[in-house]
T-cell receptor, first 111, second 107 residues
């Protein structure tokens, strides 16, 4: 069974540029999560979807971050404009009941 | 105060040692608890769920104390391959991760 797929794996951009990350969850998983993980820290939840509905986006910095999951399957996370402090690993995870399965993440570097 | 707190370590132990990690959480309404393992530059993976009665999986034992809002993970007979960061995860209305405890097992 294919796991959670994310792309790109690495991204380097200059500050003030836009960037987008893509996630394809495990087939049949209705719940999708986006996390941000800074070096030496645990993942921090940005947004959680149940099918196509965002049920928890309280930690998403809405002035520059946006996310969508239009058909309740794959999802995109966008940052516009990026700031230096956005450098981190962006992890996508999906779950059916209980355990979350994580993708490999996108390592973003903002210069 | 952070919602989930862990001793960041690092813990450096010899092979065969027993090591214990602790985690405290602040939300008394939390319902589910997990330990995840994260290898360097890899994604987190579920190690084990934590049940109220305590549970064991081979060399790993997890315990939960709801009254003290405390979770523990015990690793017996440490192997080199146990070297990783161990993340405590608490689920209430959402998932909250601790910052992780880094373990290095040395020959």
């Amino acid at each position: 069974e294919a796991g959670v797929v994310q792309s790109p794996r690495y991204k380097i951009i200059e500050k003030k540029q836009p960037v987008a990350f893509w996630c394809n969850p495990i087939s049949g998983h209705n719940t999708l999560y986006w996390y941000r993980q800074n070096l030496g820290q645990g993942p921090e939840l940005l947004i959680r979807y149940e099918n196509e509905e965002a049920v928890d986006d309280s930690q998403l910095p809405k002035d520059r971050f946006s996310a969508e999951r239009l058909k309740g399957v794959d999802s995109t996370l966008k940052i516009q404009p990026a700031e230096l402090g956005d450098s981190a690993v962006y992890l996508c995870a999906s779950s059916d009941v209980g355990e979350q399965y994580f993708g490999p993440g996108t390592r973003l570097t903002v210069t | 105060r952070k919602e989930v707190e862990q001793d960041p370590g690092p813990f450096n132990v010899p092979e065969g040692a027993t090591v214990a990690f602790n985690c405290t959480y602040s939300n008394s309404a939390s319902q589910s608890f997990f330990w995840y393992r994260q290898d360097c530059r890899k994604e987190p993976k579920l190690l084990m769920s934590v049940y109220s009665s305590g549970n064991e999986d081979g060399r790993f034992t997890a315990q939960l104390n709801r009254a003290s809002q405390y979770i523990s993970l015990l690793i017996r007979d440490s192997k080199l391959s146990d070297s990783a960061t161990y993340l405590c995860v608490v689920m209430g209305n959402d998932m909250r991760f601790g910052a992780g405890t880094r373990l290095t097992v040395k020959p």
